[in-house]
T-cell receptor, first 114, second 116 residues
Framework: AQKITQTQPGMFVQEKEAVTLDCTYDTSDPSYGLFWYKQPSSGEMIFLIYQGSYDQQNATEGRYSLNFQKARKSANLVISASQLGDSAMYFCAMRELGNNRLAFGKGNQVVVIP | DAGVIQSPRHEVTEMGQEVTLRCKPISGHNSLFWYRQTMMRGLELLIYFNNNVPIDDSGMPEDRFSAKMPNASFSTLKIQPSEPRDSAVYFC??????????????FGPGTRLLVL
């Protein structure tokens, strides 16, 4: 069964605008971590932000924030003030307690236009 | 501080040849992961080491694939013999405490493998 679902089609975003990337997850484990990674066209996987299942507040890292809605099993990434360098594929991932695997979604493609 | 280092960055080989991919994890990290990324299957975990010991190799596709971690600062992923369907990007990642779900995995730049 799909653990992480990212279904948005490719997105075009105007520079300096905010963009929200959707991610829903499926787990019955109360302990888990959610991660977002960025993969630019050069191919490397860059860690952006982490949210733990017991965290009371939404995670933030600079221009990145995570809209964590636990009851809805949703962990959307918000990128504020988009820059041209934000053009990339963005992956949501989850790791459950007792599971070695980091389960990745299929990714969201973002293109920032000037 | 240096990140995860992988070599080679690109590899082109012919079917039937042996391929060896190399990884140096971040210093002080005790867990190492090998992933494969393809368009069809996305990112898949192949094998996971904790303190140099293989913990979970259930993602290794078949006996043609093997991985070793002789010490805390070096790991190899070997494909012998290679096949065209092995063409993919292979990532190595490391984390501080592999068994903890909270630990962030940091990825290397990847090795782009093309098997002709």
């Amino acid at each position: 069964a799909q653990k992480i679902t990212q279904t948005q089609p490719g997105m075009f975003v105007q520079e300096k605008e905010a963009v929200t990337l959707d991610c829903t997850y499926d787990t019955s484990d109360p302990s888990y971590g959610l991660f977002w990674y960025k993969q630019p066209s050069s191919g490397e996987m860059i860690f952006l932000i982490y949210q733990g299942s017991y965290d009371q507040q939404n995670a933030t890292e600079g221009r990145y924030s995570l809209n964590f809605q636990k009851a809805r099993k949703s962990a959307n990434l918000v990128i504020s003030a988009s820059q041209l360098g934000d053009s990339a594929m963005y992956f949501c991932a989850m790791r459950e307690l007792g599971n070695n695997r980091l389960a990745f979604g299929k990714g969201n493609q973002v293109v920032v236009i000037p | 501080d240096a990140g995860v280092i992988q070599s080679p960055r690109h590899e082109v080989t012919e079917m039937g040849q042996e391929v060896t991919l190399r990884c140096k994890p971040i210093s002080g990290h005790n867990s190492l992961f090998w992933y494969r990324q393809t368009m069809m299957r996305g990112l898949e975990l192949l094998i996971y080491f904790n303190n140099n010991v293989p913990i979970d190799d259930s993602g290794m596709p078949e006996d043609r694939f093997s991985a070793k971690m002789p010490n805390a600062s070096f790991s190899t992923l070997k494909i012998q013999p290679s096949e065209p369907r092995d063409s993919a990007v292979y990532f190595c990642a490391s984390s501080g405490r592999g068994s903890a779900y909270q630990e962030t995995q940091y990825f290397g730049p990847g090795t782009r493998l093309l098997v002709l």
